[in-house]
Every structure is written in C-alpha cells, then in structure tokens.
C-alpha cells in the first residue's frame, strides 16, 4: 500500500540528520497521498540509520487509524494529522528540534523578517504559538499542538508562511510533499540563525516591506520568475 509514498517519506526522513536538522531522533515527516485520505510517517523512536521505507506508517487522515505497519507511528502524529485536517492545500509536514529555530521557540519570539533570505522564503515572520494552558497539556497533548499552530494561522497564512514555532517546543514545516516540508525546514533553520546574529549585531535592523515583498513575489505565485519554467 502506497509503496512509492512510503519510499518517499522514508527518504525525507533520512534527509533530516544529513543536513544537521535532528540529534538522536528528535524529529519526523509525514506526507499525505493524492487524495488526503491516507498519511504516512515515520515510527516512533527508531533511529535514522535503521529505518527501512517497510517502516514508514500508514494511518487514515480521518480518525488517526493505523491500516498498515507492524510499528507505532511517530508520538506527534496527532499534531500531523491536525495540520492536514485543517490545512487543505500542504501535502507534507516535518517536525524537529534543529537548534537555531528551537532557540527562538524556547525564548516564545516570532522570527523577524530582517533580509531578503527570509523574504524568498515566507511572505511574513515566522510566528510563534501561544502557551499550551495546563488542561490542553494533560488531555491530548499533541493534537492540541496543532491546534495551536492552526489558531496561529487562522487567517490563512500557513499558504504563504510554510512555519510556525511551538512555543517552548521546536519547529514544523509543511509543503508541496515530505521533501518540499523538509527543503522548507533547511531554510528555517538558516533564517532562523541569520535572524539571530543580526539581532544581536543591531536590534532595530529589518528589512523594508516593498523590498520583502518583491524578493517573496519573484519566487511565488502567479507573477513569479526565479529558476526555470
């Protein structure tokens, strides 16, 4: 079932470690198929080098059902299957803990748009959730996860800003597929550290709002013209 899909998350899985996203096993992806019925993710705790695409699995969007695999999907596959509820236009998510973006979940800041780095990347800061208040904690946890990043996005955004930080937490991404949510957790973590240094350097800094603007239109949507047709 979904073979080639399972091959593909498997994939962006084992991509996270090589480009320095995760420690351990600090993170996961999930990508949904065509239809929006079924999600595939990576199983809880296994390290990356032991993953295998047999692996990967495969719940129903639905009601969070497992219908194929002998292991336990990822513990923050409720939040998963929120964004998907919620967000009808991504096809892949992908959790981490990657240090510079965790850095500015944990101290609760949204990421300043301050060059045209982050501009080419998301059309606004980076936001950060609210505080999780203590019954949301004890209930369902994880699910309640995503339903904060949903109310962060209640607008809409989540279209043109492919990140959130959880406060306290660490960062998700989402995209076109599991590759596209992780290409996206890669340029986070380098806005991410950018952000940081400049702050530091001159905490006035950011960038003027025609100049992000362009660099984000150029890239996206109907009037862009970055890279080849």
């Not at 199983?43 to 219908?67: F, H, N, Q, T, W």
């Amino acid at each position: 079932m979904l073979e080639a899909l399972k091959s593909e998350v498997w994939q962006a899985n084992l991509a996270l470690p090589k480009h320095g996203l995760v420690t351990l096993t600090w993170g996961n992806v999930s990508a949904v198929d065509a239809t929006r019925e079924w999600m595939v993710i990576k199983p809880s705790g296994v390290a990356y080098e032991e993953l295998k695409p047999e692996d990967m699995v495969v719940l129903r969007i639905s009601d969070g059902v497992v219908v194929e695999g002998s292991l336990r999907p990822s513990s923050d596959t409720p939040a998963h299957l929120v964004l998907y509820r919620a967000f009808g236009e991504i096809k892949g998510v992908v959790h981490t803990h990657s240090t510079w973006a965790t850095i500015w979940a944990q101290a609760g800041q949204a990421i300043p748009v301050m060059g045209t780095t982050h501009a080419d990347f998301a059309g606004g800061p980076i936001p950060c959730t609210r505080d999780l208040r203590r019954e949301e904690v004890q209930e369902a946890f994880e699910a309640n996860t995503g339903k904060t990043i949903v109310e962060t996005f209640a607008a809409g955004e989540y279209k043109v800003v492919p990140a959130v930080l959880v406060r306290g937490h660490g960062p998700f991404c989402w995209g076109s597929g599991a590759m596209g949510a992780v290409h996206h957790a890669i340029m986070l973590e380098e806005v991410a550290k950018m952000a940081y240094y400049t702050q530091m350097l001159n905490p006035k800094a950011k960038l003027n709002p025609h100049v992000a603007g362009r660099h984000f239109s150029r890239k996206h949507g109907p009037q862009a013209y970055y890279g080849q047709t």
